[in-house]
């Protein structure tokens, strides 16, 4: 029986689509200014270049797909890596709703690949700020550390005059295992010697990602890290986690104006849009005297400015040295380009009479500072990894957290989210209320007391 003719040309259609389906799909374009370079010779930097075939296909391919977005990723905030930066995607997980975001992270780079690709993947988009996490696979191709800082720093440099008022946050390298070929004490030694390179930056942040991610034995933990190498959902969560704030300062996310009233009773010590009301006090006596002996003992001791007259803040967003600012309802005590830096701004009033101070504080990772309580300082940090109060049930790293002080008669009763911190602080008859400010990164906000007869 002979098919009518439109059937067969239907059929022929379909199996001819068929046929076409069982086809490999062709290979990407590859455009060849994207190839990595055949030989050494002339490259900058020192160290390894991987010329796997899996690398030199990769490198090509994701490079030559991103020199067709250069006007759509132009002001993004980029992210600059390997695979663990690739692996978050190209949304970076969609975990800051609102920032524009290129992914500029390709497995297996090591810090000389990026120097070299560093050009043409990141300053012609001009961004907005530029976050890099590289240098872990320059331990498995067993680059000397030294190497890897240099080329760190050449990366810098580039970006650096590139825009000079460009932030860029710097991520140390993640902690991995011995087995990976990444033993903890090698990516200690990595990571000492960016903090050496960036110290005294003011345009680069640094941020504590080690510590973050590193179990007591300074390895990856397997429930972040399954392969001990790679972050998983928890692990990216983490890292977003500990950059939010960062982000925050610098006025790409949680951007909305705070709307926070105080309860009935309560009076804000802090108006949430500038200084007014705060100020540095004359450095005491005693603090003077410690300053002094502990930069006389340890040559590594923080710098500990010396506050000869009182400074009001009154009017001011951002405090005359940068380290305090308002921003949306948050009084940020900001990360040291020092590293570390020993400062307080208080109140310009003090408080005599028992009172409830509530307040509540955000720390990047191992964040260092304090709540000054009529002079005495009670350590306000990032408690679980910076301690003293390690074995908090309720606190939530890189989230806002509640801390109450009452006090009554000289002593005061703090908790941390409900839970006690201290039952008996002892404290002066009168005094202001104070913010340390030391290492990382910590943020303020909803800053209230009640008075009571």
Same mark, same amino acid.
């Given at each position: 029986?002979?098919?009518?003719?439109?059937?067969?040309?239907?059929?022929?259609?379909?199996?001819?689509?068929?046929?076409?389906?069982?086809?490999?799909?062709?290979?990407?374009?590859?455009?060849?200014?994207?190839?990595?370079?055949?030989?050494?010779?002339?490259?900058?930097?020192?160290?390894?270049?991987?010329?796997?075939?899996?690398?030199?296909?990769?490198?090509?391919?994701?490079?030559?797909?991103?020199?067709?977005?250069?006007?759509?990723?132009?002001?993004?905030?980029?992210?600059?890596?390997?695979?663990?930066?690739?692996?978050?995607?190209?949304?970076?997980?969609?975990?800051?709703?609102?920032?524009?975001?290129?992914?500029?992270?390709?497995?297996?780079?090591?810090?000389?690949?990026?120097?070299?690709?560093?050009?043409?993947?990141?300053?012609?988009?001009?961004?907005?700020?530029?976050?890099?996490?590289?240098?872990?696979?320059?331990?498995?191709?067993?680059?000397?550390?030294?190497?890897?800082?240099?080329?760190?720093?050449?990366?810098?440099?580039?970006?650096?005059?590139?825009?000079?008022?460009?932030?860029?946050?710097?991520?140390?390298?993640?902690?991995?295992?011995?087995?990976?070929?990444?033993?903890?004490?090698?990516?200690?030694?990595?990571?000492?010697?960016?903090?050496?390179?960036? +110290? /005294? *930056?003011?345009?680069?942040? #640094? $941020?504590?990602?080690?510590? =973050?991610?590193?179990?007591?034995?300074?390895? !990856? +933990? /397997? *429930?972040?890290?399954?392969? #001990? $190498?790679?972050?998983?959902? =928890?692990?990216?969560?983490?890292?977003?986690? !500990?950059?939010?704030?960062?982000?925050?300062? #610098?006025?790409?996310?949680?951007?909305?104006?705070?709307?926070?009233?105080?309860?009935?009773?309560?009076?804000?010590?802090?108006?949430?849009?500038?200084?007014?009301?705060?100020?540095?006090?004359?450095?005491?006596?005693?603090?003077?005297?410690?300053?002094?002996?502990?930069?006389?003992?340890?040559?590594?001791?923080?710098?500990?400015?010396?506050?000869?007259?009182?400074?009001?803040?009154?009017?001011?967003?951002?405090?005359?040295?940068?380290?305090?600012?308002?921003?949306?309802?948050?009084?940020?005590?900001?990360?040291?380009?020092?590293?570390?830096?020993?400062?307080?701004?208080?109140?310009?009033?003090?408080?005599?009479?028992?009172?409830?101070?509530?307040?509540?504080?955000?720390?990047?990772?191992?964040?260092?500072?304090?709540?000054?309580?009529?002079?005495?300082?009670?350590?306000?940090?990032?408690?679980?990894?910076?301690?003293?109060?390690?074995?908090?049930?309720?606190?939530?790293?890189?989230?806002?957290?509640?801390?109450?002080?009452?006090?009554?008669?000289?002593?005061?009763?703090?908790?941390?989210?409900?839970?006690?911190?201290?039952?008996?602080?002892?404290?002066?008859?009168?005094?202001?209320?104070?913010?340390?400010?030391?290492?990382?990164?910590?943020?303020?906000?909803?800053?209230?007391?009640?008075?009571?007869?």
């Amino acid at each position: 029986m002979s098919l009518p003719p439109y059937l067969r040309v239907q059929i022929a259609a379909v199996l001819l689509g068929l046929s076409a389906l069982a086809q490999p799909a062709p290979a990407p374009r590859i455009d060849p200014r994207f190839e990595i370079p055949a030989t050494d010779n002339g490259l900058p930097g020192t160290g390894p270049i991987r010329r796997y075939d899996w690398f030199k296909t990769l490198w090509a391919q994701r490079r030559t797909a991103w020199s067709s977005r250069l006007e759509q990723d132009k002001g993004a905030v980029v992210f600059l890596g390997d695979s663990i930066t690739q692996g978050w995607g190209d949304d970076i997980g969609g975990a800051f709703k609102g920032m524009k975001v290129a992914n500029r992270g390709i497995s297996g780079d090591t810090t000389r690949g990026v120097l070299i690709r560093v050009e043409e993947d990141v300053v012609a988009l001009k961004p907005s700020a530029v976050v890099i996490l590289i240098g872990t696979n320059d331990l498995e191709e067993e680059a000397p550390p030294e190497s890897t800082v240099a080329n760190l720093r050449m990366i810098l440099a580039i970006l650096k005059s590139s825009n000079p008022k460009m932030p860029i946050v710097l991520c140390k390298v993640f902690p991995s295992s011995a087995t990976k070929k990444r033993p903890p004490d090698a990516i200690k030694k990595i990571n000492d010697l960016y903090t050496a390179a960036v +110290k /005294g *930056d003011a345009q680069i942040t #640094l $941020l504590e990602t080690w510590i =973050l991610f590193a179990n007591e034995q300074g390895d !990856a +933990k /397997g *429930d972040e890290f399954p392969d #001990l $190498l790679h972050p998983n959902q =928890l692990g990216y969560a983490k890292w977003a986690g !500990a950059l939010r704030p960062i982000l925050a300062t #610098l006025g790409f996310v949680d951007t909305e104006p705070d709307k926070f009233l105080p309860e009935p009773g309560f009076e804000s010590l802090f108006n949430g849009t500038d200084l007014t009301g705060w100020g540095y006090r004359p450095t005491s006596r005693a603090d003077a005297e410690a300053a002094e002996n502990w930069q006389k003992k340890d040559p590594t001791a923080p710098p500990w400015p010396i506050v000869q007259t009182p400074v009001s803040f009154d009017g001011l967003t951002v405090s005359p040295d940068g380290r305090y600012l308002a921003k949306n309802g948050r009084l940020i005590v900001t990360t040291p380009a020092e590293g570390r830096k020993i400062q307080q701004i208080s109140t310009t009033q003090e408080f005599p009479k028992d009172f409830v101070l509530k307040l509540e504080f955000r720390a990047t990772p191992y964040a260092d500072s304090g709540v000054f309580i009529r002079g005495p300082q009670l350590q306000c940090r990032d408690y679980l990894l910076a301690g003293p109060y390690k074995q908090l049930k309720q606190y939530k790293p890189q989230d806002w957290n509640e801390l109450v002080v009452a006090v009554k008669g000289g002593v005061a009763r703090c908790t941390c989210n409900g839970e006690l911190l201290e039952e008996a602080f002892q404290v002066p008859p009168t005094g202001p209320i104070g913010l340390e400010g030391d290492r990382g990164q910590m943020e303020y906000r909803h800053i209230r007391i009640q008075e009571t007869p």
